[in-house]
C-alpha cells in the first residue's frame, strides 16, 4: 500500500513521512510540499489518505489456473476475478456454463455444473463393490501410488489414466460396460496409456500374447501365430516354440488349439483325449 500511495504523491510533487520520534507534534505521518519543503498536512491516517488517493485496493490477481484447464466436466474457458473462473461442463447431454471458485476446483470439490449431482449415482462402491469398480480403482492405484506393488510396471514407466477416467468412474463405466467374469482389463497398446480406445476386458490368454518384451513375455502377431501353428505340425515341441518366440508354453498351447487367434489360418493340434 505504501508503494502505491507514493506513486501517486510523487506525481502531485507531494512525500509521505514518517516520523521517528515518539510523540512528534507532526504525528506519526506527515505530508511534505518537495518543491516548497514544507509541511502541508500533519497526524496523517494512511488508510484515509489511501482511499482518498484511490489505491486502498491491490489489483485483483488472477487464480492459479490456465484456460483449457480440465477438472472432471469442467474446462476453464475465462477469468472472472481473483476467486472465480467461468467453465463449460462437457458432461453427456450438458453444455452448461458455471462459475465456481478455484479453490473448489483445485481441491476436487466441483467437478461438473451440477448436473452429475442429479443423475442416479452408479451404486457400485457401496457395499461389495462391483468386478468393473474394483478393476477402476485398482488401475488407478497402480498408475498413480508409488507404493503400488505393480509401480513399476505401469506408473513407473509412464503409463497413465486419462483425466476422464482418472475423476470419473462413470465414464470409465460407459466406455467399458460391466466387466464379465473371467476377464480382467487390458490395453491393447501396452505402451499406451489407460484411455477409450486402447483399453478392453480380456482372458488371461489374451494378455498373455500382449506381454511387452522384457517384462516376462512377448507380444506375438498375427504372421507369428501362423508360423507357431505351421512348425508345431511339422514337429516342433512346444517348449521350443516358446523359447523360440519368447512366450510362455501355455501361449502356445492356447494358439496351436485354436483358443486364441481364431481368426488366424494354420493348422490347428486337436486336444489330447483325457484318459
Not at 26 to 47: Q, S
Not at 88 to 111: D, H
Request: glycine share 10%; net charge positive; proline share 5%.
Amino acid at each position: 500500500m505504501f508503494r502505491r500511495i507514493k506513486q501517486r504523491l510523487d506525481s502531485s510533487g507531494e512525500r509521505l513521512h514518517k516520523t521517528r520520534r515518539v510523540g512528534h507534534d507532526l504525528g506519526e505521518y506527515y505530508l511534505i510540499d518537495v518543491r516548497r519543503n514544507e509541511v502541508i498536512r500533519t497526524h496523517v491516517d494512511i488508510r484515509a489518505l489511501a482511499k482518498e488517493l484511490g489505491c486502498s485496493k491491490p489489483r485483483p490477481r488472477r487464480p492459479n489456473l490456465m484456460v483449457g484447464d480440465r477438472f472432471g466436466h469442467l474446462i476453464v474457458i475465462e477469468y472472472i476475478d481473483s476467486r472465480r473462473v467461468r467453465c463449460v461442463c462437457t458432461a453427456p447431454n450438458c453444455g452448461n456454463e458455471t462459475t465456481p471458485s478455484s479453490n473448489s476446483l483445485r481441491r476436487g470439490k466441483t467437478k461438473s455444473c451440477g448436473c452429475s449431482q442429479s443423475r442416479l449415482r452408479h451404486g457400485q462402491s457401496a457395499g461389495k463393490r462391483s468386478p468393473s469398480y474394483r478393476s477402476w480403482r485398482a488401475m488407478i492405484g497402480r498408475c498413480t501410488n508409488p507404493n503400488n506393488p505393480d509401480w513399476k510396471d505401469y506408473g513407473g514407466r509412464g503409463i497413465k489414466v486419462c483425466d476422464l477416467w482418472r475423476t470419473s468412474f462413470e465414464a470409465f463405466f460407459a466406455d467399458l460396460g460391466e466387466r464379465p467374469a473371467g476377464l480382467t482389463l487390458d490395453r491393447v497398446d501396452n505402451d499406451g496409456d489407460y484411455e477409450p480406445g486402447n483399453c478392453r476386458w480380456a482372458t488371461s490368454s489374451e494378455q498373455s500374447l500382449n506381454r511387452r518384451p522384457g517384462g516376462g513375455y512377448a507380444k506375438l502377431n498375427a504372421s507369428q501365430v501362423e508360423k507357431v501353428r505351421i512348425l508345431k505340425a511339422s514337429g516342433s515341441t512346444t517348449r521350443d516354440l516358446a523359447v523360440r518366440f519368447g512366450v510362455a508354453e501355455g501361449t502356445v498351447r492356447d494358439v496351436v488349439r485354436g483358443d486364441t487367434w481364431k481368426n488366424v489360418p494354420g493348422p490347428l493340434q486337436s486336444p489330447r483325449p483325457r484318459k
